[in-house]
């Protein structure tokens, strides 16, 4: 009976204590944030409410999925604290300190972003190097260009890391290493415009003037990013972002225009989008609904509704009048494609083309051949530099060619052949384009400074550069 | 014993019943705590009232740029308004009704995405012409498709567009000074681009047209402000840089036009996520030289832009000798314009601060606040007004006639959201101090 007691007393001595804990300690669970949604776009509103609904209060992986949600939203605030909260409910998960890290910088909480980078490393995390970089790239932030550097050659191994060190090596006027690691990273990343304008500031300070233009040079006609962690995570968050916008939604709906008996449903999910507020690319994408539907004379009312209420560029303008074109209406799409190509706007290059083309035809039509070369003319100018661009520089000298043939009046026509022979190791051919650019502008800096270059048989461009092949 | 085992049996009960009990009680829900972001101030002792100007928009505003002026020089301010929607500028002047009346300067798609204006007689004949810096791009590109026009003046306020150099990428300032000492005006231009930009300076070689010199090559322009800031009698250019170098640099005059390669780099910080957005000229502790004021607040590097701790306003003391010293005077997430003013009429000058990229998902947020300047270039930060909000551009002037100086600003509706978006173009008359 006595060795029975000691083994009750002591079992309900813990019953008591686990009872008492139970009575006291309140279990605590968190409310789903609710970010203020108001001027949002009823898609992204949707898909944020969507993400919110679906998680699970005491599930961290659930919480991290809402957190870089609302951070591809925009809701930066309630994203950190979605972080912190996955953070905290696993604790030793590395990748979670990662990203509730990155947020935190991003918001500008640099200390706090730190202290997570740190953590994720000691946590195991599979890319230190990473985390040791943004620690530089928040010590930048501060100012702290020794604290930077330490952190930036503690991860060395990435090519980030190396230009941030040749940054700060140029600000120290340490020319010498600056260089050393600008001429090793350009190996890697032949076509990274950074590093050759990087070059350049050091050939400036050095006194050297050639390699200074010739660096300059090829830093403008590059376009490369030297990319890092930076980079890989933004580009995630994009991604996430983009299907939170009503560009996504309409391209969903494009795909489903494609099948004939999607028509009405994807013209009342739009209409739905729309809601009491009005969006011009809701409406852009309301005419495609009209034009299949057969409905042109909606179409063409809605998209000059979208010109009226929000303004043109070329994109709009190409659409008007080529619906306009379709219903005969030439005076109206001719006014329009004019527009158009004046404007020359909305980052849709090949729509100025196809515009200009349209043009042409008309003023053919008409009669009015000397207006219709200077339209195709302008059309190829156009076509050049956007190969050019492209880096397809046979292709862009012959668009620029064509361009000549047609209209041979425009000093810059004349540049751009030259630019591009030069660039194809056409010496003689770039010379005499230049020539001609300054028979019609005598006063064009740059055709005089590659004349001269070409001249004294030293290009600011080396022909045939490894580092422009396509 | 019997005892014993009726105080354990009693105590095994209760412990069983507390712990059934506490089976049934709720969690404790708590809100979680999220950081405010967003930057607001109190109102301070000056009052402003919001003027009807007539400004309208069916959609979302796009200003990229107000200028104050006297156009047609009948002795009040008109406004100059940089339209990226309809792509032409807006005259809008005070009638003697003391109503707006607007109209545009050139047809509307004439001047697509016009980023800045500068008033001058380019021509020289006597009538103020309009420099018309061209962006075509709200958007980032490098496309060669950016112009410098000039509104050439019939002498009649009738203007003819005139196109002084193209092939240019973004151009995003363009200001006038004889920098060649040769009687005619010159130009400075801001070829912001994208990844790939220059600062130039157009030299007139007569007949309307110009040479044009490179000063820099370098992306990331904004303004390229115009002053004596060494004191010698020719004027310099100081470029503001964003992008990858954040940095400000003046390109001094020989007093010939000769400018030296290398210019003075006079402020520059490895914060490579400052957003540099503007820069200003103006004489803030009133020592007799010029000084600079840089709004800082462009946060476009995340698809959504992000107010942060360090937005806000850096005054360069000019110490003399392209020596500049910095001194942080105000806070506000997402600042991307300012203005000096006396905005209390107490003999020193103050600031005004305009934010693009506060954290517009809180209503109360502070989108104009000024800067009051204790006569010691200490300042203390006010509020004026929550909205319009996304403000790209603010100039302070007399626009009433009453002595004060008042507010106006425009707005750049680019990204969501849109909930406190009234009007593109504000005005805040100056009331003076609340009695």
Request: overall charge negative.
């Amino acid at each position: 009976m006595r060795q029975l007691r000691y083994l009750v007393i002591p079992l309900f001595v813990i019953e008591l204590a686990v009872a008492t804990w139970l009575m006291f300690f309140q279990q605590e669970t968190f409310k789903l944030p609710e970010p203020n949604l108001v001027g949002y776009p009823a898609y992204t509103r949707a898909k944020i409410r969507e993400a919110i609904s679906v998680v699970r209060p005491d599930v961290a992986l659930d919480w991290h999925h809402l957190a870089d949600t609302l951070f591809a939203g925009g809701f930066y605030a309630e994203a950190e604290a979605c972080y912190r909260r996955a953070s905290t409910l696993n604790p030793n998960h590395p990748q979670f300190r990662y990203h509730w890290a990155f947020c935190l910088s991003s918001i500008g909480q640099t200390a706090a972003s730190d202290e997570q980078f740190r953590r994720a490393i000691d946590l195991g995390h599979s890319h230190p190097e990473a985390c040791r970089h943004f620690i530089g790239l928040n010590a930048l932030r501060e100012g702290r260009a020794k604290d930077a550097q330490r952190a930036f050659t503690s991860s060395s191994e990435l090519a980030v890391s190396r230009l941030q060190l040749a940054e700060l090596a140029i600000r120290d006027h340490d020319l010498t290493h600056a260089s050393a690691l600008l001429n090793e990273l350009i190996k890697e990343q032949p076509n990274a415009w950074r590093v050759y304008y990087l070059l350049a500031v050091v050939a400036r300070q050095q006194g050297d003037t050639t390699a200074e233009q010739q660096h300059f040079a090829f830093a403008d006609v590059v376009s490369e990013h030297v990319r890092g962690p930076w980079h890989s995570r933004a580009a995630t968050l994009q991604k996430l972002s983009l299907e939170l916008g009503v560009e996504h939604r309409i391209n969903v709906a494009l795909e489903q225009l494609q099948q004939p008996q999607n028509i009405d449903r994807v013209a009342d999910i739009i209409l739905a989008e729309n809601g009491e507020s009005w969006d011009p690319l809701l409406e852009d994408l309301l005419s495609n609904v009209d034009l299949a539907r057969d409905d042109r004379k909606s179409q063409v009312n809605r998209l000059q509704q979208v010109i009226d209420k929000d303004g043109a560029d070329s994109y709009r303008t190409a659409r008007l009048g080529f619906a306009l074109l379709a219903q005969q209406n030439t005076t109206e799409a001719e006014l329009l494609f004019e527009t158009g190509i004046h404007l020359l706007s909305g980052g849709k290059s090949q729509q100025v083309i196809d515009m200009c083309g349209a043009l042409t035809e008309l003023r053919k039509h008409a009669g009015n051949v000397a207006s219709a070369n200077q339209i195709a003319a302008w059309g190829d100018f156009l076509k050049g530099t956007q190969l050019l661009e492209d880096l397809a520089i046979p292709e862009a000298a012959a668009a620029f060619s064509r361009s000549i043939e047609l209209d041979d009046s425009r000093a810059r026509s004349w540049f751009w052949l030259g630019r591009s022979q030069q660039l194809l190791g056409n010496h003689e051919s770039a010379a005499t384009a230049f020539a001609e650019c300054l028979i019609r502008n005598p006063h064009h800096e740059h055709a005089i400074r590659n004349r001269r270059a070409l001249s004294s048989s030293t290009t600011d461009i080396p022909s045939d550069p490894a580092s422009l092949e396509r | 014993m019997n005892k014993t085992l009726y105080i354990l049996t009693s105590a095994g009960a209760i412990a069983l019943a507390l712990i059934l009990l506490s089976m049934d009680r709720q969690p404790v829900v708590r809100s979680l705590p999220v950081r405010s972001l967003g930057t607001r101030f109190e109102t301070g002792a000056l009052t402003f009232q919001r003027a009807d100007n007539g400004s309208s928009f069916d959609a979302r505003p796009r200003i990229t740029n107000i200028n104050i002026t006297d156009l047609d020089t009948d002795g009040t301010m008109d406004l100059l308004i940089c339209d990226a929607v309809r792509h032409t500028i807006w005259w809008q002047r005070r009638t003697v009704d003391n109503d707006w009346t607007t109209v545009p300067l050139v047809p509307e798609n004439s001047l697509p995405a016009p980023a800045h204006t500068a008033v001058v007689d380019i021509d020289a004949d006597g009538d103020p012409d309009i420099l018309v810096a061209i962006l075509r791009s709200v958007w980032p590109t490098d496309s060669r498709h950016g112009q410098v026009v000039a509104l050439i003046n019939d002498g009649e306020l009738g203007f003819e567009v005139m196109v002084i150099a193209d092939d240019l990428r973004r151009v995003t300032d363009v200001q006038p000074a004889d920098f060649d000492a040769d009687g005619d005006i010159d130009l400075v231009v801001a070829e912001f681009g994208y990844l790939h930009g220059r600062v130039l300076w157009l030299e007139n070689v007569g007949s309307g047209r110009f040479a044009d010199h490179e000063l820099v090559s370098l992306p990331g322009c904004i303004h390229v402000p115009v002053d004596d800031y060494d004191n010698d009698g020719d004027p310099d250019i100081a470029a503001l840089i964003s992008q990858n170098d954040e940095e400000v640099l003046i390109f001094e005059n020989p007093g010939n036009g000769s400018f030296q390669p290398v210019a003075h780099q006079v402020w520059g910080t490895t914060d490579y996520d400052l957003g540099l957005a503007g820069m200003v000229t103006c004489d803030l502790d009133q020592d007799g030289d010029t000084d600079l004021l840089l709004s800082a607040g462009d946060n476009l590097e995340l698809a959504y832009p992000c107010p942060q701790p360090d937005h806000g306003c850096i005054w360069l003391e000019n110490r003399g000798n392209f020596e500049f010293e910095s001194h942080r005077i105000g806070s506000l997430g997402g600042t991307y314009a300012a203005d000096a003013a006396d905005m209390d009429g107490d003999g020193d000058t103050d600031v005004v601060l305009a934010s693009m990229f506060n954290d517009w998902k809180q209503p109360d947020v502070t989108s104009l606040a000024w800067l009051e300047n204790n006569g010691q270039q200490t300042f203390s930060a006010w509020h004026v007004a929550s909205g319009p909000t996304h403000l790209c551009t603010v100039r302070c002037g007399d626009l009433n006639g009453d002595g004060l100086p008042d507010i106006v600003a425009g707005s750049l509706q680019i990204y969501p959201p849109y909930n406190n978006a009234d009007g593109g173009i504000a005005i805040w008359e100056n009331q003076g101090v609340a009695q």
